[in-house]
């Protein structure tokens, strides 16, 4: 109990930067320090792009680490601070000339994403290093869910009540990414101190050839990275336009709080319960459903009248179900497919497993982000106006619902011949431990 209060810690830690800027960067940027819609679009494809390599990077770099702390632990000790000091930059743009407001914005979300990195694929690994049991594996990724869900609803009772009063919001965000300094610290610090990286290792830096042979041969990393491109584009296409969708399409920004906060706390809800449903359905089949009931959401979003705001609220929250299901599911197949990778050339590789993992899922984030600004741009959407034109409104019903949707169901389909089932998982670790065992005795 306690590694999964200290998993879930180090995912609360991360989501003070991560989420914070995928929630209202794109309003801040829009809205605050005055950069276009289509320009600020470019930024989030272009530094999530730079990202997900920044990700390589790192997977590369842990996979070579070897110290007394182990192998990911240390990272999350000298890089966090780091990462919580550049998202307070990120939210300062000067009062500069839009050539190098924009310029400055480039540098800083990209020195932010490259910090993320270097904290976030150790912490991700982590998890296929502190256990090999497929349902252990679950409850943490379901305690980094809460993690995240935690920090997601923090920000949307602290930061959304201050979007109604754009003038001074700038000022706020400074003393709120500041405060996330501390915060943030001091939760890196009890994952740091509370995990343990048990599973063993037949050796301790793996190669680039050996990191590269691995990923080649584990089809079942190939499939899920694919699926999640898909599924992170809707995510992040709904979690970038929902403050829009509160303050344009339902007329009161306040609401982005009853859009966001049910989600979040349906993920509390369901988290303690995946694992019931993995040992019941299975990983695959719930991650299935869990699509299903989001593409409903996203529909259900599109369609739904303006006047009566509380069907439009009652579809988010079938997103944040179906979002939630998937989004835990996501982490404890990604540490899966490690032991698969392991078993076929028997190279562990966490590092760049999970390197290649959230590579993609940048690539997703950047694609999520940059279409849902694109859309909205594409339909006329006026920064700081008080109304926009009905095409305007539109483009934010899309961005909400049509571009989730069909992501979503495209993620569905992959992961319907999805190979590596519980019952195989079993079967491939017991062969990978009789191997090391051979390898200990000769």
């Known amino acids: 109990m306690r590694q999964l209060f200290g998993y879930a810690a180090g995912d609360a830690g991360n989501n003070l930067a991560f989420s914070m800027s995928s929630m209202f960067l794109l309003l801040y940027y829009t809205d605050i320090a005055g950069i276009p819609a289509a320009a600020a679009g470019t930024i989030f494809l272009v530094v999530r792009i730079w990202?997900?390599?920044?990700?390589?990077?790192?997977?590369?770099?842990?996979?070579r680490t070897s110290s007394r702390f182990g192998k990911f632990r240390p990272w999350l000790l000298y890089a966090s601070v780091p990462l919580l000091l550049l998202s307070v930059a990120t939210f300062a743009v000067p009062d500069w000339p839009m050539t190098a407001k924009i310029v400055y914005a480039y540098l800083t979300y990209a020195a932010m994403g490259t910090a993320y990195s270097l904290v976030n694929i150790p912490f991700g690994s982590l998890a296929a290093a502190?256990?090999?049991?497929?349902?252990?594996?679950?409850?943490?990724?379901?305690?980094?869910?809460?993690?995240?869900?935690?920090?997601?609803?923090?920000?949307?009772?602290?930061?959304?009540?201050?979007?109604k009063d754009s003038q001074n919001l700038q000022r706020s965000l400074l003393l709120t990414t500041l405060a996330f300094v501390v915060v943030g610290a001091a939760l890196y610090l009890f994952t740091f101190v509370t995990a343990r990286e048990t599973v063993p290792r037949a050796v301790a830096k793996v190669g680039f050839?050996?990191?590269?042979?691995?990923?080649?041969?584990?089809?079942?990393?190939?499939?899920?990275?694919?699926?999640?491109?898909?599924?992170?584009?809707?995510?992040?296409?709904?979690?970038?336009?929902?403050?829009?969708?509160?303050?344009?399409?339902?007329?009161?920004?306040?609401?982005?709080?009853?859009?966001?906060?049910p989600q979040l706390v349906l993920m509390f809800v369901l988290a303690p319960l995946v694992p019931k449903l993995v040992r019941r359905f299975g990983k695959v089949p719930s991650y299935v459903a869990g699509g299903v009931v989001m593409v409903v959401g996203a529909l259900g979003v599109l369609f739904a009248p303006a006047s009566v705001p509380f069907v439009s609220l009652g579809f988010f929250v079938l997103i944040g179900a179906g979002t939630g299901l998937?989004?835990?599911?996501?982490?404890?197949?990604?540490?899966?497919?490690?032991?698969?990778?392991?078993?076929?050339?028997g190279a562990r590789t966490e590092g760049t497993t999970y390197a290649v993992f959230s590579f993609v899922r940048k690539i997703g984030q950047a694609l999520g982000g940059a279409a849902a600004a694109y859309t909205i741009a594409l339909a006329g959407y006026a920064g700081g106006a008080r109304v926009q034109s009905d095409g305007a409104l539109w483009g934010i019903r899309a961005a909400a619902g049509l571009v989730p949707a069909a992501c979503t169901v495209i993620a569905v389909v992959i992961m319907i011949g999805y190979?590596?089932?519980?019952?195989?998982?079993?079967?491939?670790?017991a062969e990978v431990v009789r191997r090391r065992n051979q390898l200990v005795e000769s």
């Open 130 to 163: 502190m256990t090999q049991d497929p349902v252990e594996r679950t409850k943490l990724a379901s305690a980094r869910g809460m993690g995240a869900a935690a920090t997601m609803l923090m920000l949307t009772f602290v930061v959304s009540p201050q979007i």
């Open 326 to 345: 998937v989004n835990t599911l996501m982490w404890s197949l990604e540490a899966d497919t490690v032991d698969y990778g392991e078993w076929k050339t």
């Open 209 to 261: 050839k050996d990191s590269m042979r691995t990923l080649r041969r584990n089809k079942p990393l190939m499939m899920l990275c694919v699926s999640s491109l898909f599924f992170l584009t809707a995510m992040f296409s709904i979690q970038t336009i929902g403050v829009y969708y509160a303050r344009d399409v339902l007329g009161n920004p306040s609401l982005y709080i009853a859009i966001s906060a």
């Open 419 to 429: 190979p590596l089932t519980e019952k195989r998982l079993r079967e491939i670790t």
């Open 51 to 63: 990202d997900g390599f920044a990700d390589l990077a790192a997977g590369r770099l842990v996979d």
